[in-house]
C-alpha cells in the first residue's frame, strides 16, 4: 500500500512538473512581450537578452498614442464587436431554436446546405463581397465588417442547435398549453436555459472580431476609420521600420488587455464551452 502511494505522489510530481513547464512554455512569449515594451530601444539589441527591462521605460506607451490613432481604432472596433455580437447572436439563437425545436419542411436539408458554408474559404469569397460593397459605396467604412455579421454566425447556430437538443420537449409543450406563442417560448424558456452555452460562444465570437486583420485591412485605407489590428499592423512597417521593437511590442500589449480581462472575468464560461461542444441531441 506505502509502496503504491509513493508510486503514485512521483507520477502526481512529474505530471505537475509537465504541466507548470506547459505552462511557463506558453506564458513566456507574452512576458517577453510586455517586458519588451518596457525596455529602451538599445537594450533590445544587447548580445545578452533579458526577459525585464533593467530600467522601466513608458516612453513607448506614450508615443504610440501619438503616433497613431489608437483611441480611435478601439472605439472603430467596439462597434463592429456590439453592433455585430448584439444582432448577429439574436439571429443565430433564433435560427438554433426553429432547426432544434420548431418543425420545418426539409430542416436537415437546410441545416447541411448551412453547415457546407463552411467548407468555403473566405479568400473565395473576398473578391464578389468586396465588388458588392465597392458598388453600394461601403467600402472604406465599417459596413462591410458589420453586415454579414447580422445574419448570424454558422458555428455559434450549430453549437447553439446541439444544446438546445438536450433541452426537454415537455418544457415547450407546457408552454404552447399556457397560451406562449413560439417567441414567447424562445425570450422566456430557451435563452434563460441557453445563457451558458450563449457566453462561451458570444466570447470566442469578442475575440475573432477584436483579433481580425484580413477583413479590416481590405475594406478600410483611412487610418481614422481603420479598427485596431490593422492600426497597429502598420507600426512595423510605417513608423519602426521592424526595428523599433518596444513601440511595436507595447501596441501588442495594449491590444491584448482587453482580451485578458474577458479571460479572468469569463473563464468559467470557457471552461463551460469546452464540455458544452459535447453535449448530444
Known sequence: MMKNMKKRSVW??????????????????????????????????????????????????????????????????????????????????????????????HKNVLLLVLLSSLMVPYAALLLPQYRAFESLGMTNTLWPLILPGFFGNITMMFFLIQYMKGIPNDLIESAKIDGCSYFGIYRRIMLPL?????????????????????????????????????????????????????LIMTGSVIASIPMIIIFIAFQKYFIKSMALSGVKG
Not at 485596431?228 to 518596444?246: E, F, I, K, R, V
Open 12 to 105: 502526481f510530481y512529474v505530471a505537475l512538473g509537465v504541466v507548470v513547464l506547459g505552462a511557463f512554455t506558453m506564458l513566456f512569449p507574452y512576458l517577453w512581450m510586455v517586458g519588451t515594451s518596457f525596455k529602451s530601444r538599445p537594450e533590445t539589441f544587447e548580445l545578452i537578452p533579458t526577459l525585464f527591462p533593467k530600467e522601466f521605460q513608458l516612453n513607448t506607451y506614450k508615443e504610440i498614442w501619438q503616433l497613431i490613432p489608437v483611441g480611435r481604432a478601439i472605439f472603430n472596433t467596439l462597434i463592429v464587436e456590439v453592433s455585430v455580437i448584439v444582432i448577429g447572436t439574436f439571429t443565430s439563437s433564433i435560427a438554433a431554436f426553429s432547426f432544434a425545436k420548431l418543425r420545418l419542411p
Open 194 to 246: 441557453c445563457l451558458p452555452a450563449l457566453a462561451a460562444q458570444i466570447i470566442f465570437w469578442f475575440v475573432g472580431i477584436w483579433n481580425d486583420y484580413f477583413a479590416p485591412s481590405i475594406y478600410l485605407t483611412e487610418q481614422l476609420k481603420q479598427t485596431l489590428q490593422p492600426l497597429l499592423a502598420s507600426l512595423n512597417s510605417t513608423y519602426s521600420s521592424g526595428t523599433n521593437y518596444p
